[in-house]
């Protein structure tokens, strides 16, 4: 019997303690219904707002929101300052609006980058084929035929995937260290490019034919709306554009 009437005043004491927290006070009645706590939470958030010079119908409208949400939530425990932070920190959010999230910087998959890449130089490439082959035929045969448009595309594509993946690596270093990375990135795809162009110039122009500048043309609009295709798709964002 002596431990019933232990747990139903300990029950009657948190009724009493749960009455004040819910008991309201009535400045002006504006904020009849919250809290204590909520209704001095909004007095004080109201004058910071005064004193900032906030647009006064922004000012009510903003109130009056917080004050319907408050009123719901506080019945759940919950009280302003967990729900919107400090008085001065919710004045300040609401003149400046909210804060925006810092966007993480993420990198693709390796090969949607090669692709991308590959699909972008392939692109310049053939734009670059087609004026020469309009206004320099010469030069465009001394350029390369279709086995180095492809080569040449996809090395840069491959290279340049190895290249933003390392340098996204070597930025989260710091000093010498990180501008030797950079360097010797750098160093290593120009090596790789000159040896491909070597090898290259040794297979013969019966083979490595030019293509007419007609159809250099087609080939970068085919490829821009591949890669238009791929973007949607996997909805990713591109290093370069």
């Known amino acids: 019997m002596a431990d019933n009437s232990k747990r139903n005043e300990n029950a009657a004491k948190k ?22 706590r909520n ?26 929101e917080m004050y319907q949400e408050l009123k719901d939530k506080q019945q759940q425990g919950v009280v302003a300052t967990k729900l919107y932070g400090t008085v001065t920190e919710r004045a300040e959010e609401i003149i400046s609006g909210p804060k925006k999230e810092e966007q993480k910087t993420t990198l693709p998959k390796f090969w949607i980058l090669a692709l991308d890449n590959g699909l972008i130089m392939f692109m310049m490439f053939c734009i670059m084929y087609t004026l020469l082959g309009l206004f320099s035929p ?12 492809l ?31 950079t360097i010797l990135i750098t160093l290593e795809l120009i090596l790789i490019w000159v040896v491909a162009f ?3 110039a040794f ?24 890669r238009r295709y791929l973007k949607k798709k996997y909805n990713y964002q591109s290093v370069m554009f």
Not at 45 to 62: I, M, R
């Open 15 to 36: 009724q009493q303690a749960r009455a004040k927290e819910v008991q309201v006070t009535m400045r002006d009645g504006r904020f009849a219904g919250l809290t204590k």
């Open 39 to 64: 209704e001095d939470y909004l007095f004080h958030l109201n004058k910071a707002l005064t004193e900032k010079g906030y647009d006064p119908e922004k000012k009510e409208q903003v109130l009056t």
């Open 138 to 149: 010469k030069q465009a045969e001394l350029s390369g035929g279709w086995i180095t448009l």
């Open 151 to 181: 080569a040449t595309s996809t090395i840069a594509g491959v290279g340049l995937a190895f290249f933003y993946r390392s340098m996204f690596e070597a930025r989260k270093q710091k000093g010498r260290k990180r501008w030797f990375r």
């Open 198 to 200: 070597w090898i290259i």
């Open 203 to 226: 297979i013969p122009a019966s083979i490595n034919r030019t293509m007419e500048p007609i159809v250099y043309a087609i080939l970068a609009l085919g490829a821009y709306l591949v």
